[in-house]
């Protein structure tokens, strides 16, 4: 019964979302949550008011979580992003040489371990986790555009579910 009111609640929110959108007015959402719609040339991002956005001069995002840097959106170069399909990731090792590409771009640690998640309708995420276990998960998400990703990413840890949900459930590429 919890898990299907907390699911009603994130499907409430996201529809009341989608309709306030058309502004960059606060707005509250049903579980009391102001949020701030920011929009760029690229991409439309709702913010929970406990979330600021800072551009930096090359055109990436920085988003921060009571003045502690959580995340951002970056954008990144890969030729026929659109064409990378998740679903062939186990299956043909020539995908799996362009996800471990992919992944080169967000990070040079190797003492990590990773996964791709997702699906071919929805798209896909990659769940990094240092071993240094003082270091945060981060997760990314993927949105492919011509030849380039725009990649979502948030620390795990330094966010509520619900921030979250309102970050990635939001975010919308735009002509």
Do not use: R
Not at 53 to 81: M, R, S
Not at 137 to 160: A, C, M, R, W
């Amino acid at each position: 019964m919890k898990k299907k009111l907390c699911f009603l609640s994130i499907i409430s929110m996201m529809i009341i979302m989608v309709c306030c959108s058309c502004n960059n007015d606060k707005v509250e959402i049903d579980n009391g949550q102001n949020v701030t719609t920011l929009k760029s040339t690229s991409y439309q991002l709702t913010l929970p008011d406990t979330i600021t956005a800072k551009e930096e001069e090359n055109g990436d995002l920085t988003l921060f979580h009571n003045d502690n840097e959580i995340g951002g959106i970056i954008v990144i170069d890969y030729k026929d992003a659109e064409q990378l399909n998740i679903d062939d990731v186990s299956t043909d090792e020539k995908v799996n040489d362009k996800f471990e590409e992919l992944l080169s771009k967000v990070t040079v640690d190797k003492e990590i371990d990773y996964s791709f998640e997702g699906n071919s309708k929805t798209g896909f995420f990659l769940s990094i986790i240092p071993w240094d276990k003082s270091k945060p998960e981060t997760i990314h998400y993927f949105y492919p555009k011509g030849n380039v990703f725009y990649d979502l990413f948030l620390q795990k840890e330094s966010i509520t579910d619900i921030e979250e949900e309102i970050l990635h459930g939001s975010f919308t590429l735009t002509s």
